[in-house]
């Protein structure tokens, strides 16, 4: 079984920054393309942005130039450095891997959501 868990979400202001992160957790698993995305209120789940397992990029237009993900493949974990927030970028912040097991081939998974506020 595999888990993605997810922390460093919470509330600042406008112009700060936040840094999230999400682990991969279980037996026996690889890991390829990893990513972020969020859903705001009364919003569809949008994708933030996303990296493979070469370390390849692509960012949501809305995002760029502000937000930076990255992953550590040894750790099975990915990050998103995300400055200059907005109040826009509010919203419920969910990892998202593509997983294989030997049990359940590729599969994609979803974090349990974190919660990031940016006051004006």
């Known amino acids: 079984q595999v888990q993605l868990v997810e922390s460093g979400g919470g509330l600042v202001q406008a112009g700060e920054s936040l840094r999230l992160s999400c682990a991969a957790s279980?037996?026996?698993?690889?890991?390829?393309?990893m990513g972020w995305y969020r859903q705001a209120p009364g919003n569809q789940r949008e994708l933030v942005a996303t990296?493979?397992?070469?370390?390849?990029?692509n960012y949501v237009d809305a995002v760029k130039g502000r937000f930076t993900i990255s992953r550590d493949n040894a750790k099975n974990t990915v990050y998103l450095q995300m400055n200059s927030l907005k109040p826009e970028d509010t919203a419920v912040y969910y990892c998202?891997?593509?997983?294989?097991?030997?049990?359940?081939?590729?599969?994609?998974?979803w974090g349990q959501g974190t919660q990031v506020t940016v006051s004006s």
């Open positions: 998202n891997a593509q997983i294989f097991t030997t049990g359940s081939g590729w599969k994609y998974y």
């Open positions: 279980g037996t026996s698993f690889s890991v390829n393309a």
């Open positions: 990296i493979t397992s070469g370390h390849s990029t």
